[in-house]
């Protein structure tokens, strides 16, 4: 029997709702507050809408849950490779409450010359704080 178009989007808010219940109390228990509700169906699918989040509280969720591991970048692909490398660094600044917005692959203007990562440009601030963590992962 087919369900009509304002059954199955019912039927996909109910499970919204349970999934952002049981997703907030998952976190919750784990010490995290998370604002959430079920999302608008799309497509008779259920959603969960999550609140914004604070940026301490995604680092504090990035430190409990680790950020996803990279895949290393297949061999003799030099512009994967600076990719995979902007990736991690990238993680590791969001770990450490950090951004580089210019960060990024610089490819070669010359067809045979290197791949090359760009840090960028960072206010004095950022680069202070970034030296301070870098000091600390060398045991400084």
């Not at 976190?27 to 608008?40: I, W």
């Amino acid at each position: 029997m087919a369900h009509s178009p304002e059954e199955v989007d019912a039927d996909a808010r109910r499970i919204g709702a349970q999934l952002a219940d049981e997703l907030h109390l998952s976190l919750l228990a784990r010490g995290f507050y998370l604002p959430m509700r079920a999302g608008e169906p799309i497509g008779g699918r259920a959603y969960v809408d999550i609140e914004p989040v604070r940026g301490d509280t995604a680092t504090t969720l990035i430190d409990a849950f680790g950020p996803p591991p990279v895949a290393p970048a297949p061999p003799g692909n030099p512009t994967a490779d600076a990719e995979s490398a902007v990736r991690n660094l990238r993680r590791a600044l969001c770990i450490a409450s950090l951004g580089l917005r210019s960060l990024g692959v610089r490819s070669p203007s010359d067809p045979d010359g290197p791949v090359l990562v760009n840090l960028g440009v960072a206010p004095p601030a950022a680069v202070r704080r970034l030296a301070s963590v870098v000091a600390r992962g060398a045991g400084r």
